[in-house]
């Protein structure tokens, strides 16, 4: 006796109704009895294999581990007959299960058990590669949004360059231009060096900027040769030569022919060639030194003193200010306002004469020069609104714009030193003719001076025996 699934030959199967694969009529199916013939395997069966005319005559048959009848391959759809829509889901853990069909069937109609499928291998998903076009996009979009900043950046920055620009049109503007007049230069000077500019700074309490004695000069040199700014301040007490006039002191070069005899008398005696001067009365120091914010100085008991002197008798009646205005209690470490600070630089009876009042001339305009490095752009249009009408200059609109331009940057890219002509060993003290003190210069020798600060930078060792004389 032999057993399929776990029955004998004469035992049948149990017969479970399933009204989907049962009842269906098989008049027309196309029955054919000659194919009616038990399979070897199954002599002696009561039930016998039903076989239709139009299924496929091959059979597979399961291997000895798998228990149930053979499986005939699957039948086409039948005509008419509407398929069920397959849905697009994710196989689930029971799809390895197939139930039962008439495939299945077991001689004489009966079911056979459920065959189990093995289980599917889900795939991994695999992970799109970016096609080459997207990311084309992605750095065409990289590249649009760095476009768009730079281009933002470059319209912001001529904007200020606009604004500056007018801003700077419009003061120089209100500037009093002075043609140059006609020059009187000893022959055998030598031509202006083009590495080097020269703007002589003449400082003077006249109201029009042409009258009166100069109270300071200082010769601001921008080299290319060692990329320096030196401010040389001239001693006011040089006996010197003035054409046309004899001998003087420097200062009264320019109470008798102005700015352009005061440059002749430089260039004749010392040698530096000088082609452009700006001239600053009080009123514009002041309201330039108050757009800065100011000074930071170290002052002496005696030097509150002298200041608060100077404040009643000369700055405060100019400015049209209380005779008692801004005084200081005492000495110390101040932030001086324009006042004060033009006060400072006035002091003369304190101290070596008028080698210290050059020395802190040269100290407040140095610390005015730093200040205009970090100047606010919201401080300049005060600045040149309130000091510009108080200057004159022979420098052309269009000189000065360019000049506007470049003063800044080299004030931050150029070393900046400084120079007090003559130096110590260069002079003696004499008496003129007329009584005065003054001071018999080596022309030569400051000169020479004059030509190692513009072409090599002054050492710091006689930086400082300047400072201190």
């Known amino acids: 006796m032999s057993k399929h699934n776990g029955l004998s030959d004469t035992q049948e199967l149990p017969r479970v109704p399933d009204p989907e694969y049962w009842e269906e009529p098989y008049e027309d199916d196309g029955y054919d009895p000659r194919l009616d013939t038990p399979h070897p395997r199954l002599q002696g069966a ?77 795939q991994p998903e695999r992970r799109e590669k970016v096609p080459k076009q997207r990311k084309r996009r992605r750095r065409r979009r990289h590249h649009s949004c760095l476009r768009h900043i730079i281009l933002s950046v470059i319209s912001l920055a001529l ?28 022959s055998g000077i030598s031509e202006s060096d083009p590495e080097v500019r020269n703007i002589l700074l003449i400082g003077t309490d006249s109201r029009d900027g042409e009258s009166g004695r100069a109270d300071t000069m200082i010769v601001l040199s921008f080299s290319k040769h060692n990329h320096s700014v030196t401010m040389t ?17 420097l200062n009264a070069a320019f109470a008798f022919g102005g700015a352009t005899l005061l440059m002749d008398t430089i260039v004749n005696n010392y040698g530096i060639p000088i082609d452009d001067y700006i001239c600053i009365n009080f009123k514009a120091f002041v309201h330039i030194a108050d757009a800065l914010g100011g000074i930071k100085v170290e002052i002496s008991d005696r030097e509150a003193e002298e200041i608060n002197v100077i404040l009643q008798s000369e700055v405060n009646r100019i400015m049209g200010d209380d005779p008692m205005a801004d005084f200081l209690p005492s000495g110390g470490t101040f932030t001086l306002n324009g006042k004060q600070a033009l006060a400072y630089a006035r002091i003369r009876h304190v101290g070596n004469a008028d080698f210290e009042r050059t020395e802190r001339q040269r100290t407040v305009l140095n610390k005015m020069l730093d200040k205009v490095k970090h100047l606010s752009p919201t401080a300049i249009p005060k600045m040149l609104g309130t000091a510009m009408p108080e200057l004159t200059t022979n420098v052309p609109q269009s000189s000065l714009y360019l000049l506007s331009l470049q003063t800044p940057v080299k004030l931050i890219a150029y070393d900046m030193q400084t120079l007090r002509l003559p130096a110590d060993g260069t002079y003696s003290d004499q008496t003129a003719p007329d009584g005065q003190m003054v001071l018999a210069v080596d022309f030569d020798a400051n000169h020479q001076l004059y030509l190692q600060a513009t072409q090599n930078p002054i050492s710091k060792e006689s930086e400082n025996t300047e400072t201190n004389k």
Do not use: C
């Open 159 to 186: 904007v200020l360059f606009l604004l500056y620009s007018g801003i700077v049109m419009l003061a120089i503007r209100q500037i009093e231009y002075r043609e140059t007049g006609t020059r009187q230069l000893t």
């Open 46 to 122: 009561a039930n016998r294999t039903n076989a239709y005319a139009d299924d496929p005559p091959r059979l597979e048959w399961p291997d000895d581990s798998q228990r149930g009848s053979p499986q005939r391959q699957a039948r086409p759809p039948r005509q008419g007959i509407q398929q069920p829509r397959q849905r697009l889901q994710q196989p689930s853990p029971h799809s390895s299960i197939r139930r039962a069909s008439y495939q299945d069937r077991l001689p004489g109609g009966e079911k056979s058990m459920p065959y189990r499928r093995p289980p599917q291998q889900i």
């Open 233 to 249: 301040s001239l001693m006011r007490d040089s006996y010197v030569s003035i054409p046309n006039h004899g001998t003087n002191k």
